[in-house]
């Protein structure tokens, strides 16, 4: 589903928690993440992929 056909109340939680992601982050020393599939083979939970992009690019320390 397409986030702009969620609710409006529904859409503001969507942005609250994608904006938050980088400060939360931001904040931390290193990020762990379980990458195991999520909807079936070879498939991870996206926001999980989010937030391991987003250690990267802040060179954190990420553990997968």
């Known amino acids: ?3 702009r056909a969620l609710p409006c109340h529904r859409r503001k939680k969507v942005a609250w928690i994608y904006r ?4 939360a982050i ?4 290193i990020v762990m993440a379980n990458v ?9 939970d996206s926001d999980t ?6 250690a ?7 553990f997968n």
């Open 26 to 29: 931001g904040r931390v020393d």
């Open 36 to 44: 195991s599939d999520f909807r079936g083979a070879r498939d991870p």
């Open 56 to 62: 990267a690019a802040l060179v954190k320390r990420h």
């Open 49 to 54: 992929a989010l937030e391991i992009g987003f």
């Open 20 to 23: 938050s992601k980088p400060a």
């Open 1 to 3: 589903m397409h986030w």
